[in-house]
C-alpha cells in the first residue's frame, strides 16, 4: 500500500520534471501557427506529415497546426484579423480578399523569398499573380483548379447529344435533354455562388479580361455590356426552365447528390465535383466511369478568349508577424514532392507534376484547360471585396428567380460595387 | 457624605445626527459593494456594447482596426430605403402576428386537452408534442429539409402525392410565395411544446374548486373557460405573448439553415437574419451597428412598454 504510493508519486514528479523540460526546450524553437481547413481525416494527417517532415530536418521549429471548418476558419480568422494578430500561415484563396488584408498590414510581403526557382516553379503563373499585386506576394496558391462542365455521359448518349462547343449547340442541347424527359442540368442556386459560376462564364465569354478589370478599378461599371448581356443570355436558358425542381431552395450538396444519382445530364462546376457528385449520391458512388468534362461552350461574338478559363483553387497566406522559417515553410510545402503527394485531394500548382492525374482523364481535361488558359478569371464573390461578392451572388440569384430583369441584375451589383470599390 | 454624583454623559444634537449618517453611510457603502460586481458585468457586456453599436453605426467601417470613416447617418439611411430591409422587418412582423393568432391558441388548446382533460393516453401525447421542442435548432432545420425537398421520394412531397392523384412535387423552400409560411409551419411545430408546458405549469395553479362552483352555479364549460381558466391564466398568457413576440423578432438558426440566409432571394430574410447576412459576413460592420440599433430600439420599446402596460399587475403586490 504504502510503497504503491510513493510509486506513483515518483512517477508523478518524473512526469512534471519532464514535462518542465520539454516546455524549456519549446521556448528555444520557432513556432510557426498554421491554419488549414481540411478536416478530413488523410487530408489532415497528410499536411500533418508533411509538418513533421520539416520539423525533423529542421529541429529548432515546431509548426502548430490548426484545424478548422471552413465557415468557423472565415470566422476566427476575421477575428483574429480584427485584433491584428494574423497566424503565420493561414488558408487564403488570394485575390481582393487578401488584398484587403495587405492595405491592412496583416499580410507579410514574401516577394524577395519568392524571387528566382521558388516563382519560376509554379506552372499556374495565373493563380499565383492572384495572390499578389503590383511587385508584393503575400502568398501561393497550393492547388488550383478550373470551372467546367461536368456531364453524365450514359445521359448524353441516351438522348443523342454529342458535347456542345458553342453556346447555341449547347442551348440546343438543353432542349435536347428536356424533349427526352431528361432534367438538363443540376444546379445547387440554394446557396448563391454555383448560380454565379452560369453568370461569371457568360461574362466572361462576352467581355474577356478587359471587361472585368475595367469595372474592378472603376474606369468602367458592371452595368457595360458584357454584364447586361451574361443576364441576357442567362435568363434565355433560365426561361428554357432546364434545372431540377425547387432548384432555387436546392444546396450544393443537395445538387451534387441529383448529379450524382444521374439524375442530370450536367453541372457547372468546380474540380471538387467528381469527389462530391460521389460522396453526396445515394449509393455513395456517383456516376463513375459515366462522368465526363468539357469547357465551358464559347459564346459567339463574345469579346473573351474562348479559352478563358473561370474558377481558383486554395493557398496559404503569411501572417505579416511570421518568422523566416514560416516562409521557408510556405516554400517546401509547395515543392515538388509535397505537391506530388497532396495530389489525392489538391490541384498541384507547380510544374513536372501533371502526371499524377494519368489515370483519370478528368482531372486531365483540367488541368489542360486550366495551363492553357491566357486569362484566369477568379470567382467573383472570392475576388471582389465580400460585400460587392454576395451583392453579385444575390443579384445573379434574382435572374434565376426571374424576378430581376439582366438591366436590374447589373445594376445591383454596379450600385455594391460603386459603394466599395471608390477608392 | 458626598453627593453622588450622576455624570450625565453629554449627547448633542451634532453626535446623533453624526451616528444617523455613519449608520447610513455604512449601508450605502454596503450596498454599493454588493451590487459592485453585478453592476461591473451589467456595464461591460450590456451598456458598453450597446454604446458601441451606436457609435459604430456612424462609420463606414469593415471592422478592421479603428473606424475612421466617419459618415454620420448614412447608414441609417440607406438602411431605411433599403427594399430587402423592408422586407425583413415585414417578415418579421408576418411571423410574429401568426405566432400570436395561430400558435399561442394552438398552444392552449392543447394544453387544455392533454393537460387536465379526460383524454385517454394523455400523458403520452404530452410527451410526444413535448419532443420538437428539445431538439436543437440546427437539429430541426436540417430533418425539415430532408421532409420537405423537392426531391424523388422526399417524405412531404411523398405523403401528398399518395393522398392527391396527379400531384406535382412542389419545392416547398424554393417558392418565394411560400417559403415563409413554410418557415412559420416548422418554427411553430418546434415552439407550440415549449408554450404549451407554460399554460400546462399555469393550468396548475387555478384551484379546482373555483370552476368546479361555477359548474355547481350552472355554467356552461364554455362560460367556465371564458370567465374562470382564461382570467386565472392571464399572467401566464401575457407573459407567453412577450415571450412569443420577441422570440419571433429574434429567431434566427432555424430560419438561417431551413433558407439558406433567407431564400430565395430574400423572400424570407428576417431581422436577425438581414443583420447577419448584410452586417457580418459582407464584413460591413458600421452598417450591420446600424441595423442592430434599429433592431434592439424596436425589441427594446416593446418589451419596456409591454411591461410596464401590460405585464404591471403580474410583478409586486396586487393593487386592488
Given at each position: 500500500?504504502?510503497?504503491?504510493s ?37 487530408q ?5 506529415s ?15 497546426i ?22 503565420d500561415?493561414?488558408q ?13 498590414g ?59 462547343t ?19 442540368i ?47 443570355y ?86 505579416a ?103 | 457624605?458626598?453627593?453622588?454624583r ?13 451616528d ?89 388548446g ?59 412535387p ?17 418554427l ?9 408546458i ?123
Amino acid at each position: 500500500m504504502f510503497k504503491s504510493s510513493r510509486l506513483v508519486m515518483i512517477v508523478a514528479l518524473v512526469a512534471l520534471l519532464s514535462l518542465s523540460i520539454g516546455a524549456a526546450v519549446a521556448q528555444d524553437k520557432v513556432e510557426i501557427d498554421w491554419w488549414h481547413i481540411a478536416t478530413q481525416e488523410d487530408q489532415a494527417a497528410y499536411w500533418q506529415s508533411l509538418a513533421d517532415a520539416y520539423m525533423e530536418a529542421n529541429p529548432n521549429v515546431a509548426v502548430n497546426i490548426t484545424i478548422l471548418e471552413n465557415a468557423a476558419f472565415k470566422q476566427r480568422l476575421t477575428t483574429v484579423m480584427q485584433a491584428g494578430d494574423p497566424p503565420d500561415l493561414f488558408q487564403s484563396w488570394g485575390g481582393a480578399v487578401l488584398w484587403e488584408y495587405a492595405a491592412n498590414g496583416l499580410v507579410r510581403n514574401i516577394a524577395p523569398e519568392l524571387e528566382g526557382d521558388w516563382r519560376d516553379s509554379f506552372a499556374a503563373q495565373a493563380a499565383l499573380n492572384l495572390f499578389g499585386q503590383e511587385d508584393e506576394t503575400y502568398g501561393v496558391p497550393v492547388s488550383w483548379g478550373a470551372v467546367g462542365m461536368f456531364y453524365n455521359k450514359a445521359l448524353f448518349e441516351q438522348a443523342g447529344v454529342e458535347i456542345p462547343t458553342t453556346w447555341a449547340e449547347f442551348l440546343t442541347a438543353v432542349q435536347t435533354f428536356k424533349d427526352a424527359g431528361i432534367t438538363p442540368i443540376a444546379l445547387g442556386e440554394g446557396e448563391k455562388w454555383p448560380g454565379h459560376f452560369w453568370w461569371v462564364y457568360l461574362a466572361t465569354q462576352l467581355g474577356g479580361e478587359e471587361a472585368f478589370l475595367k469595372a474592378y478599378s472603376r474606369e468602367g461599371a458592371f452595368t457595360d455590356e458584357p454584364f447586361v448581356q451574361a443576364g441576357e443570355y442567362l435568363k434565355e436558358l433560365v426561361d428554357m426552365e432546364p434545372f431540377q425542381e425547387g432548384f432555387l431552395g436546392t444546396t450544393h450538396p443537395e445538387s451534387e447528390g441529383v448529379f450524382g444519382n444521374g439524375e442530370a445530364a450536367m453541372m457547372l462546376m468546380g474540380q471538387w465535383a467528381p469527389a462530391a457528385q460521389a460522396q453526396y449520391s445515394e449509393d455513395g458512388e456517383g456516376i463513375g466511369d459515366d462522368l465526363g468534362w468539357f469547357p465551358f461552350p464559347a459564346v459567339e461574338g463574345g469579346k473573351g478568349n474562348p479559352d478563358d478559363v473561370f474558377g481558383g483553387g486554395d493557398g496559404f497566406a503569411v501572417g505579416a508577424n511570421a518568422p523566416d522559417e514560416a516562409v521557408d515553410f510556405l516554400k517546401f510545402l509547395t515543392n515538388e514532392e509535397s505537391q506530388r503527394g497532396s495530389a489525392f485531394f489538391l490541384v498541384p500548382v507547380v510544374k513536372n507534376t501533371a502526371d499524377v492525374f494519368a489515370d483519370d482523364p478528368v482531372m486531365q481535361s483540367i488541368l489542360a484547360a486550366r495551363d492553357a488558359a491566357p486569362y484566369f478569371q477568379m470567382y467573383y464573390d472570392q475576388f471582389l471585396p465580400p460585400a460587392v461578392g454576395s451583392a453579385v451572388n444575390d443579384a445573379v440569384e434574382t435572374i434565376f428567380a426571374g424576378v430581376a430583369t439582366p438591366e436590374e441584375a447589373a445594376q445591383a451589383i454596379e450600385d455594391s460595387a460603386a459603394a466599395e470599390l471608390a477608392q | 457624605m458626598s453627593a453622588i454624583r450622576f455624570r450625565v454623559l453629554p449627547r448633542p444634537h451634532e453626535q446623533a445626527q453624526r451616528d444617523i449618517r455613519q449608520r447610513q453611510w455604512n449601508k450605502a457603502l454596503f450596498v454599493t459593494l454588493f451590487l459592485l460586481p453585478g453592476m461591473a458585468l451589467l456595464f461591460l457586456f450590456v451598456l458598453m456594447p450597446i454604446a458601441q453599436s451606436v457609435y459604430y453605426s456612424l462609420f463606414n467601417w469593415n471592422g478592421f482596426g479603428p473606424p475612421t470613416k466617419f459618415i454620420a447617418f448614412d447608414n441609417y439611411e440607406r438602411l431605411l430605403n433599403d427594399k430587402i430591409f423592408q422586407g425583413a422587418l415585414w417578415h418579421s412582423f408576418i411571423l410574429m402576428a401568426l405566432s400570436l393568432v395561430v400558435q399561442l391558441p394552438m398552444a392552449l388548446g392543447l394544453a387544455l386537452l392533454v393537460g387536465r382533460g379526460s383524454l385517454r393516453g394523455k400523458k403520452f401525447f404530452r410527451t410526444m408534442l413535448f419532443v420538437p421542442y428539445v431538439f436543437s435548432e440546427v437539429i430541426t432545420a436540417i430533418i425539415w429539409r430532408y421532409v420537405l425537398s423537392p426531391n424523388d421520394g422526399a417524405l412531404l412531397n411523398a405523403v401528398l402525392g399518395a393522398i392527391i392523384p396527379n400531384f406535382q412535387p412542389i419545392g416547398w423552400l424554393a417558392d418565394r410565395n411560400i417559403v415563409m409560411f413554410v418557415l412559420f409551419a416548422v418554427l411553430t411545430w418546434k415552439y407550440f411544446g415549449f408554450y404549451m408546458i407554460l399554460y400546462m405549469a399555469g393550468l396548475q395553479a387555478i384551484p379546482a374548486d373555483l370552476e368546479d362552483a361555477a359548474r355547481v352555479d350552472g355554467s356552461t364549460e364554455a362560460q367556465v373557460l371564458r370567465f374562470i381558466t382564461l382570467p386565472m391564466l392571464g399572467s401566464t398568457i401575457r407573459l407567453t405573448v412577450m415571450l412569443s413576440v420577441l422570440g419571433s423578432f429574434q429567431q434566427f438558426v432555424l430560419a438561417w439553415v431551413l433558407t439558406n440566409e433567407g431564400g430565395p432571394v430574400n423572400s424570407s430574410q428576417l431581422m436577425a437574419t438581414y443583420l447577419y447576412k448584410f452586417g457580418i459576413t459582407n464584413l460591413k460592420l458600421g452598417y450591420g451597428s446600424a441595423v442592430a440599433v434599429v433592431f434592439f430600439s424596436i425589441t427594446f420599446i416593446f418589451s419596456l412598454g409591454y411591461q410596464r402596460m401590460v405585464m404591471s399587475r403580474d410583478f409586486g403586490p396586487r393593487r386592488s
